[in-house]
């Protein structure tokens, strides 16, 4: 199978887990926003989970729980991050976002109660003995806050109103936390399930995705919101600090090229059974949406 049929497939599976997550809870405004957040979406995160578990021989009924958790935390930071109080977005996924539809209260607790039903979908004795599944909780409830994706964007938000430009070390640090930190949990978590070496996985998910926010960013400044699915040229306006703006668009996409070699080289340990993790990589860094 091709990348963009694995990607096509996996999104199905993932869908379906979260609906069956979601099947009996509340019916209360919270849980319709959070039914509408976690529809859509490219779902690169579940797919690298499913096909890192797949790399070290496990099942798809395996794999599939970590699959939702992530995107199900990934979901809740999207929610949080179009808040006012953050990016001020009104468009995701080519819909608008939680707290337009709803309201800003809605909004906080969708993202809420999603993350903890992401950790609640780790809990499940389909992904491994418990000290499997706790191993996968430890490093998201890391990777996923203060020492990952929280402290970057709270790194990102700082950046608007610095009063210097960020060097680039700054902005990869910045990058490296608001985005790879749960694309490398995500990489890196069919190794963790099958008890194997994580390093090449972590490896590869790092450059991928510090690639993903470069191609991120330049959708920003060059993209379309028909196929985006969210507003564009809001970066500059805002003063955020990307490798576009330090950089150039040119010197992005180069530096990018560069992340996606690197990405490409960490999986040789896995020779052609890694063909659809090397084709997603080179996805990354070509997509338009
Ligand atoms: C958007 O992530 C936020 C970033 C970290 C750049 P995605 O581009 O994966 O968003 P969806 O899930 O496809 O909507
Ligand atoms: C967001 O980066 C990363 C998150 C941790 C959610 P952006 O703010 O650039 O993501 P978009 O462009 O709104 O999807
Ligand atoms: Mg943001
Ligand atoms: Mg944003
Ligand atoms: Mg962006």
Redesign the pocket.
């Known amino acids: 199978m091709t990348f963009a049929q694995v990607l096509a497939r996996d999104a199905g599976l993932v869908q379906a887990r979260l609906d069956a997550a979601l099947a009996g809870a509340a019916d209360v405004p919270v849980t319709h926003a959070m039914r509408y957040a976690v529809q ?6 579940a797919f690298l989970v499913m096909e890192g578990a797949r790399l070290h021989g496990l099942s798809e009924d395996c794999a599939i729980h970590a699959a939702a958790a992530i ?1 199900a935390l ?2 809740y ?2 929610i949080h ?1 179009d808040l006012p109080c953050m990016d001020d977005d009104d468009l ?2 080519g819909l608008p976002t939680v707290h337009v539809k709803w309201d800003e209260a809605t909004a906080v607790l969708a993202g809420d109660a999603l993350q903890t039903l992401a950790f609640g979908l780790l809990c499940n004795p389909r992904i491994g003995s418990a000290e499997v599944q706790l191993a996968l909780i430890a490093r998201l409830a890391t990777q996923a806050g203060i020492g990952g994706m929280v402290l970057g964007q709270a790194q990102d938000i700082a950046a608007e109103t610095a009063l210097a430009p960020l060097t680039l070390d700054q902005i990869t640090e910045l990058q490296m936390n ?2 790879c930190a ?1 694309i490398a949990w995500s990489a890196a978590s069919g190794a963790v399930m099958a008890g194997a070496d994580d390093a090449p996985l972590s490896q590869y998910g790092a450059r991928i995705g510090l690639a ?2 470069i191609a ?1 960013d330049i959708l920003d400044a060059t993209g379309d919101a028909a196929l985006t ?1 969210k507003r564009v040229g809001k970066d500059a306006d805002a003063g955020k600090a990307t490798f576009v703006s330090l950089m150039g668009l040119d010197g992005a996409r180069a530096h990018a090229a560069r992340l996606t070699d690197e990405a490409m080289d960490a999986l040789a340990p896995y020779g052609a059974r890694a063909d659809v993790l090397k084709q997603a990589a080179r996805y990354i860094i070509a997509r338009d ?1």
Do not use: N, V, Y
Not at 40 to 45: E, F, L, T, V
């Open positions: 859509g979406g490219k779902r690169i995160r995107e990934h979901a930071s999207l991050d995701r996924r608001k985005t749960l993903f926010q991120d699915g949406r």
